[in-house]
Each structure stands twice: as C-alpha cells, then as structure tokens.
C-alpha cells in the first residue's frame, strides 16, 4: 500500500503542489511538483497522470499540508499521527509501524471509502 501526502508548492497561490509518495514504513519515496496541468513524475508527459487524477481529491477533502495521507488504492484517509497536527512524515528511523498507526485511528476500517473512483476517459 503506498501513501500519499500533499503540500503547498513554491507557487501555492498559482495552483503549484508538492505530492510525496510514502511507503508503508513511511520512508518518503518520491516526491513531485504538480498543478492540475502538469506533474514532473515520469508520466507527467501524458495527458495525465496518477498523481494530477488525486490532486482533486486532496483538494475536494482540504487535505492540503495537513498531515492527512491518501492510501491511493483504497480511497481511504490516514490521520496525522503527531498530535499537534505537524507534518508527519518522519525522518529516516522514526517511522512508526503502519499497523500501529492504523490502531491509532480506529474510525478506520477496511471498507473503501465512499470517494468515486475516477477513471481515465
């Protein structure tokens, strides 16, 4: 399962974000600068990409730079871990057990959530 978090770009007031991928450990993977018309993943030269179909997304719940992550596959929000509602992507070695982290948000569940799937067109 990867995880996705959104922050504000350089250029926030234009519509430019900074999307980082997250692996289960939530060791930062990738991260890309995007807008609803470009992205600079591999497959930014497409008409779309993955990343620029969940931009709208993030938008739609106000999960901009708030320590919210997007679990992609699943359509389904993780809490901000820290309390205080700081970034919670962690420093190499302080990744906390994903399994611990889901106990942590019990209104979590394993049913998808109720967002649409969008699909290429």
Not at 11 to 35: H, M, Q, R
Not at 43 to 51: N, Q
């Amino acid at each position: 399962m990867n995880l996705y978090h959104l922050a504000h770009g350089d250029f926030s007031a234009d519509g430019d974000y900074i999307i980082t991928k997250l692996t289960p450990d939530f060791v930062a993977e990738a991260t890309y600068n995007l807008s609803l018309r470009e992205c600079t993943c591999p497959a930014g030269h497409r008409s779309t990409c993955r990343h620029r179909q969940m931009l709208p997304t993030f938008l739609a719940a106000g999960h901009v730079a708030d320590g919210y992550l997007l679990s992609w596959p699943l359509l389904v929000w993780l809490p901000p871990h820290n309390p205080d509602g700081s970034d919670p992507v962690p420093s190499a070695g302080e990744a906390p057990n994903l399994a611990e982290r889901a106990e942590s948000a019990p209104h979590l569940t394993s049913q998808p959530s109720t967002l649409p799937r969008r699909t290429l067109a």
